[in-house]
């Protein structure tokens, strides 16, 4: 089967460093994504791994073991904008079809 | 400027209706996917495509149907079969298996 988790909520203080776990299990593994979604409104992308380590962008950086099904989604300097939900998506390849399986997402408070 | 669009915003249907949801693209992607998001959840794929006259069923397809008649447009029919349709429903776009860009979603309310 197919399972993505990643915790329910965190919060975090305004300038603090922040990081967010993801854990999978699937086959036909095809990448690993994580987005930005505030509330109410669409997910935006933030960052893609296929390949093991870290990939940085700036405040954000993202790694990823895929021989332990694990990925994090690291948060520096954090600012108050950066409240949202981050949702941990796996690429999946099966029958010849790509698609994305999302995990619920962690909801992360950022506090003065 | 380059987007995908969904309309409307908010809509709202009587029970035992079809409904029919709007999803527009002009960045050239050849693949369009519908997901469904319901409160303190994640995405939930409905319906995909990969190509113009071509798509598969997602994880939660029952109650739903698509076409892909062009390869800017992908609408979502919501139709009476689907027992519990209230939920915020995202359309998205991709290159290939590529990161997808997210239209601003519809929010669908049964009355």
């Known amino acids: 089967g197919q399972n993505i988790d990643q915790p329910t909520e965190m919060t975090a203080t305004e300038g603090a460093i922040v990081q967010i776990n993801c854990t999978y299990q699937t086959s036909g593994f095809n990448g690993l994504f994580w987005y930005q979604q505030h509330a109410g409104e669409a997910p935006t992308f933030l960052s893609y791994?296929?390949?093991?380590g870290l990939e940085e962008k700036g405040r954000f950086s993202s790694f990823l073991s895929r021989s332990k099904g694990y990925s994090y989604l690291l948060l520096k300097e954090l600012q108050m904008k950066d409240s949202a939900s981050y949702l941990c998506?796996?690429?999946?390849?099966?029958?010849?079809?790509?698609?994305?399986?999302f995990g619920a997402g962690t909801r992360l408070a950022v506090h003065p | 400027d380059g987007g995908i669009t969904q309309s409307p915003k908010y809509l709202f249907r009587k029970e035992g209706q079809n409904v029919t949801l709007s999803c527009e693209q002009n960045?050239?992607?050849?693949?369009m996917y519908w997901y469904r998001q319901d409160p303190g959840q994640g995405l939930r794929l409905i319906y995909y495509?990969?190509?113009?006259?071509?798509?598969q069923k997602g994880d939660i397809a029952e109650g739903y149907s698509v076409s892909r008649e062009k390869k800017e447009s992908f609408p979502l029919t919501v139709t009476s079969a689907q027992k519990n349709p209230t939920a915020f429903y995202l359309c998205a776009s991709s290159i290939g298996d590529n990161e997808q860009f997210f239209g601003p979603g519809t929010r669908l309310t049964v009355l």
């Open positions: 791994n296929v390949l093991d």
């Open positions: 495509s990969q190509i113009v006259n071509d798509f």
């Open positions: 998506a796996v690429g999946n390849i099966s029958g010849g079809y790509n698609k994305l399986i």
């Open positions: 960045l050239n992607h050849d693949a």
